[in-house]
């Protein structure tokens, strides 16, 4: 078990313009309270990492005043004849406090440069033709599709905001996909191919953000 500081530090909120996904983000920045997964301190927030007893998967877990958060984290290539991957994570919290939770998308980052999120779908079925350009289908990635992430809640690019709630004694497990911005951003070797450096994703629970250090060679290649 490790320590993780509560630490105040400038985080990335990305809000959205137009419901395109390659429009032009504009980014708000603010001050919040985080626990960074994998950093020592005194705050009484604990690190750590565990297996998947079943999938051999590495999970890992941010403890703090009866609020437990653990993360997945996978990617896949594009596909569709377009370069580049989606990074995919999974979120879920434990709610052992006796109040209710709120939960919001916090974002992710690919060594400093921003991932957008992803406007996504469980089904393009009754989609518009027009908005069905602009937007990803769940049932079609293979990190959906092969079980490895849930598409019971998903954060989104096209939609307002979402605000999930965990009820005291209950859990929650959200997905969240982005865009890894990089144009070459798989590095292969013997051991296989994962991203390059370090990707960092963040979700907020009430009004701190926890967030999770995932070096590229420790995710798993759910699109296989």
Same mark, same amino acid.
Request: proline share 5%; net charge positive.
């Given at each position: 078990?490790? !320590?993780?500081?509560?630490?105040s530090?400038?985080?990335? #909120?990305l809000?959205? /313009?137009?419901?395109?996904?390659?429009?032009?983000?504009?980014?708000?920045?603010?001050?919040?309270?985080?626990?960074?997964?994998g $950093?020592?301190?005194?705050?009484?927030?604990?690190?750590?990492?565990? !297996?998947?007893?079943?999938?051999?998967?590495?999970?890992?877990?941010?403890?703090h005043g009866g %609020?437990?958060?653990?993360?997945?984290a996978?990617?896949?290539? *594009?596909?569709?004849?377009?370069?580049?991957?989606?990074?995919?994570?999974?979120?879920?919290i434990?709610n052992?406090?006796d109040s209710?939770?709120? *939960?919001?998308?916090g974002?992710?980052? *690919?060594?400093?440069? #921003?991932?957008?999120?992803?406007s996504?779908?469980?089904?393009k079925k009754?989609?518009?033709k027009?908005?069905?350009?602009? *937007?990803w289908? /769940?049932?079609?990635?293979?990190?959906?599709?092969?079980?490895?992430?849930?598409?019971?809640?998903?954060?989104s690019? $096209?939609?307002?905001?979402?605000?999930?709630?965990?009820?005291?004694?209950?859990?929650?497990?959200?997905?969240?996909?982005?865009?890894?911005?990089?144009?070459?951003? %798989?590095? @292969?070797?013997?051991?296989?191919?994962?991203p390059?450096?370090?990707? !960092?994703?963040a #979700?907020?629970?009430?009004?701190?953000?926890?967030?999770?250090?995932?070096?590229?060679?420790?995710?798993v290649? @759910?699109?296989?």
């Amino acid at each position: 078990m490790r !320590r993780a500081p509560a630490v105040s530090f400038e985080f990335i #909120v990305l809000t959205f /313009l137009a419901f395109a996904q390659n429009s032009t983000p504009t980014f708000k920045t603010e001050t919040a309270s985080a626990f960074v997964w994998g $950093n020592d301190n005194r705050s009484g927030a604990m690190s750590s990492s565990i !297996r998947d007893p079943v999938t051999g998967n590495e999970i890992h877990k941010l403890n703090h005043g009866g %609020i437990e958060v653990s993360s997945r984290a996978g990617f896949e290539r *594009v596909g569709s004849g377009e370069a580049g991957e989606f990074l995919n994570f999974a979120t879920t919290i434990i709610n052992n406090t006796d109040s209710e939770l709120s *939960v919001r998308q916090g974002g992710a980052s *690919v060594d400093g440069q #921003v991932a957008l999120p992803l406007s996504v779908v469980r089904t393009k079925k009754g989609v518009s033709k027009k908005e069905r350009k602009q *937007v990803w289908d /769940l049932a079609r990635m293979h990190c959906f599709s092969n079980g490895f992430l849930p598409d019971d809640e998903f954060f989104s690019a $096209n939609a307002a905001p979402k605000v999930f709630t965990v009820p005291p004694k209950r859990a929650l497990t959200v997905s969240f996909i982005a865009k890894d911005p990089r144009y070459y951003s %798989i590095l @292969c070797s013997v051991d296989g191919c994962y991203p390059k450096g370090t990707i !960092r994703f963040a #979700v907020m629970v009430n009004t701190t953000h926890f967030v999770f250090v995932w070096p590229g060679r420790t995710m798993v290649n @759910c699109g296989r």
